[in-house]
T-cell receptor
Framework: GAGVSQSPRYKVTKRGQDVALRCDPISGHVSLYWYRQALGQGPEFLTYFNYEAQQDKSGLPNDRFSAERPEGSISTLTIQRTEQRDSAMYRC?????????????FGPGTRLTVL | AQTVTQSQPEMSVQEAETVTLSCTYD???????LFWYKQPPSRQMILVIR??????QNATENRFSVNFQKAAKSFSLKISDSQLGDAAMYFC????????????FGEGTQLTVNP
């Protein structure tokens, strides 16, 4: 595709429900990143994939958060038993090779609101 | 762990004037990359400029340039001939060269451009 796409763009859920956020990276991009951005703050790194391998999940806040990228393309970030503090913008980014100099192209984000 | 600090929550500039946004970072690494991202009201994340730490020459991209002071761990962004379209939140970001996983972002600087 032309850019990174994410769905849904907005998600409102009730506390305790599970949510799944989808990221479709730029075609052919090897690396995929998930970030969380609270209002008025910079994005915070969550996890990183190289192809289908999750190579860094040090930023996931707790075990309610998980991510997968089974075929090395589309990725899903899942939050189980959501809490109000999980409300934020969740952003996905992809880069062509994962090199440190590579530009990370960001998607439009999914705005998650937990009531 | 690396940290990035942007000490100016808000800045304003007159159209056609020059403005400098500040960024400092803390790291024990010698090789890394620094970035400035722009987030307009649409909340997209757009790469403005990047700098390799091993290069002494400051990066420039049209009206955007950086002042990279490695010893001082400072990485400021200068915007020349400011335009109304430059109004946005600007984020400084750090990325390690040894473990190039995610970006570490600062808190952001909200730039207003006055006509």
């Amino acid at each position: 595709g032309a850019g990174v796409s994410q769905s849904p763009r907005y998600k409102v859920t009730k506390r305790g429900q599970d949510v799944a956020l989808r990221c479709d990276p730029i075609s052919g991009h090897v690396s995929l990143y998930w970030y969380r951005q609270a209002l008025g703050q910079g994005p915070e790194f969550l996890t990183y994939f190289n192809y289908e391998a999750q190579q860094d999940k040090s930023g996931l806040p707790n075990d309610r958060f998980s991510a997968e990228r089974p075929e090395g393309s589309i990725s899903t970030l899942t939050i189980q038993r959501t809490e109000q503090r999980d409300s934020a913008m969740y952003r996905c980014a992809s880069s062509s090779s994962g090199g440190a100099m590579d530009t990370q192209y960001f998607g439009p984000g999914t705005r998650l609101t937990v009531l | 762990a690396q940290t990035v600090t942007q000490s100016q929550p808000e800045m304003s500039v007159q159209e056609a004037e020059t403005v400098t946004l500040s960024c400092t970072y803390d790291t024990s690494e010698s090789d890394y990359y620094l970035f400035w991202y722009k987030q307009p009201p649409s909340r997209q994340m757009i790469l403005v400029i990047r700098q390799e730490a091993y290069k002494q020459q400051n990066a420039t991209e049209n009206r955007f340039s950086v002042n990279f002071q490695k010893a001082a761990k400072s990485f400021s962004l200068k915007i020349s001939d400011s335009q109304l379209g430059d109004a946005a939140m600007y984020f400084c970001a750090y990325r390690s060269a040894q473990k190039p996983w995610g970006l570490t972002f600062g808190e952001g600087t909200q730039l207003t451009v006055n006509p």
